[in-house]
Nanobody, 124 residues
Framework: QVVVEESGGGLVQAGGSLRLSCSVS????????MGWARQAPGKEREFIAA????????YYADSVKGRFTISRRNSENKVALQMNSLKPDDTAVYYC?????????????????WGQGTQVTVSS
């Protein structure tokens, strides 16, 4: 059983920064693929970032590339998303995702375990 829980959302002004954190519980031997997706009201969910089990490979959607950084600490079963230069278009519920069947996955359909989301609101 894999349980995913994210936190760290909040209200920030455009140009500001936030750091989201995600805690994952499950079999320690599983090399989870982990990533982040977001969904704004009335819009489709967008997969935005992923990091491999070894931390040697990362993926970013064009919409966040150069501004967001994903990282993980396997010893603590955590993954973080550092978000800089935030824009109003970044306003969304952010979801952390994990799956034990992959060491790396860059599309949301590969992830079977999701957190409940944390709200990020960027004001203009």
């Amino acid at each position: 059983q894999v349980v995913v829980e994210e936190s760290g959302g909040g209200l920030v002004q455009a140009g500001g920064s936030l750091r989201l954190s995600c805690s994952v519980s499950g079999p320690a031997s599983n090399p989870y693929a982990m990533g982040w997706a977001r969904q704004a009201p009335g819009k489709e969910r967008e997969f935005i970032a992923a990091v491999s089990w070894s931390c040697g490979s990362t993926y970013y959607a064009d919409s966040v590339k150069g501004r967001f950084t994903i990282s993980r600490r396997n010893s603590e079963n955590k993954v973080a998303l550092q978000m800089n230069s935030l824009k109003p278009d970044d306003t969304a519920v952010y979801y952390c995702a994990a799956d034990p069947d992959y060491t790396m996955a860059t599309t949301e359909d590969r992830y079977n375990y999701w957190g409940q989301g944390t709200q990020v609101t960027v004001s203009s």
